[in-house]
């Protein structure tokens, strides 16, 4: 624990000086420095056992075996809500870290306009950063797609090897849609899903299990705060002129300003 403690006061203090020179904007190359660090594979990343508290310091119960989280998604662009839904799992679950997956051209959105897979690895990097329980996996952009889940979980899974359990973090909307997405019976044998209630949404679990057989037990609903926030809101109050202050990182912030991203739909 002390070695973590010393590595998240280092981070912290390095990132913070970096995005002071992003904020002062007097180099052009602050930004450059940021996303050219030595990129090290979440997958060769320790994941021991460890005690974790809750936000309110209360005890969660130690794991017998070492556990980690994935969250996936375009990332188009990262915000609040994604960091928030990881936070509360790791807390909630025990989580050694939790591995952003950013999708390189999600099967379920093949018409959808996305951003560059550059930009995107870029401002997950920096919405990232000042977390050391979080990690960064390039899996899903450097083999050819399309790029499912479930194939992305099987990867994982032979990395990691059989004695990580894995949680599937995701939203309630993707939790309601599970029984369209490919291979949904092999999808929840990988992995525990790891679900937060999102606003607007509701799920009959009594239906889908009996669209996917064995869901029921493999789910764990997360007690988070209900937060409104969703990428496509984003990208509109950008083109609208509108903040979008706390509605992501500072440093996603000042990236999509000085790229000039999501000013055209």
Same mark, same amino acid.
């Given at each position: 624990?002390?070695?973590?403690?010393?590595?998240?006061?280092?981070?912290?203090?390095?990132?913070?000086?970096?995005?002071?020179?992003?904020?002062?904007?007097?180099?052009?190359?602050?930004?450059?420095?940021?996303?050219?660090?030595?990129?090290?594979?979440?997958?060769?990343?320790?994941?021991?056992?460890?005690?974790?508290?809750?936000?309110?310091?209360?005890?969660?119960?130690?794991?017998?075996?070492?556990?980690?989280?994935?969250?996936?998604?375009?990332?188009?662009?990262?915000?609040?809500?994604?960091?928030?839904?990881?936070?509360?799992?790791?807390?909630?679950?025990?989580?050694?870290?939790?591995?952003?997956?950013?999708?390189?051209?999600?099967?379920?959105?093949?018409?959808?306009?996305?951003?560059?897979?550059?930009?995107?690895?870029?401002?997950?990097?920096?919405?990232?950063?000042?977390?050391?329980?979080?990690?960064?996996?390039?899996?899903?952009?450097?083999?050819?797609? =399309?790029? +499912?889940? @479930?194939?992305?979980?099987? !990867?994982? /899974?032979?990395?990691? #090897?059989?004695?990580?359990?894995?949680? *599937? $973090?995701?939203?309630?909307?993707?939790?309601?849609?599970?029984?369209?997405?490919?291979?949904?019976?092999?999808?929840?044998?990988?992995?525990?899903?790891?679900?937060?209630?999102? =606003?607007? +949404?509701? @799920?009959?679990?009594?239906? !889908?299990? /009996?669209?996917?057989? #064995?869901?029921?037990?493999?789910?764990? *609903? $997360?007690?988070?705060?209900?937060?409104?926030?969703?990428?496509?809101?984003?990208?509109?109050?950008?083109?609208?002129?509108?903040?979008?202050?706390?509605?992501?990182?500072?440093?996603?912030?000042?990236?999509?300003?000085?790229?000039? !991203?999501?000013?055209?739909?």
């Amino acid at each position: 624990m002390a070695g973590l403690a010393r590595r998240s006061r280092r981070q912290t203090s390095e990132v913070s000086e970096e995005f002071g020179r992003l904020r002062s904007r007097t180099s052009g190359d602050a930004l450059t420095r940021v996303l050219e660090r030595p990129f090290r594979p979440a997958w060769l990343w320790g994941a021991g056992e460890r005690v974790t508290t809750s936000p309110l310091g209360t005890p969660r119960t130690a794991r017998h075996r070492p556990a980690r989280g994935v969250i996936g998604g375009t990332f188009d662009p990262p915000h609040i809500g994604h960091l928030i839904l990881a936070e509360f799992a790791r807390s909630e679950l025990g989580l050694s870290e939790v591995v952003f997956i950013p999708a390189a051209q999600p099967p379920h959105k093949p018409d959808r306009e996305i951003l560059p897979i550059e930009h995107r690895l870029a401002m997950v990097r920096l919405a990232i950063a000042t977390n050391p329980h979080f990690a960064l996996s390039k899996i899903d952009i450097e083999r050819p797609g =399309p790029n +499912y889940t @479930v194939e992305t979980l099987q !990867l994982l /899974r032979k990395r990691w #090897g059989d004695t990580v359990e894995i949680f *599937f $973090i995701m939203g309630l909307d993707s939790l309601v849609d599970l029984p369209t997405w490919h291979q949904p019976e092999r999808l929840i044998q990988l992995c525990r899903l790891a679900v937060m209630s999102r =606003p607007g +949404y509701q @799920v009959d679990m009594a239906a !889908l299990e /009996r669209a996917v057989p #064995g869901v029921s037990d493999r789910v764990i *609903f $997360i007690p988070a705060p209900l937060i409104g926030v969703s990428s496509t809101n984003i990208k509109q109050r950008v083109r609208r002129g509108e903040t979008i202050t706390y509605l992501v990182p500072h440093a996603v912030e000042i990236y999509i300003h000085d790229h000039h !991203l999501y000013l055209t739909p």
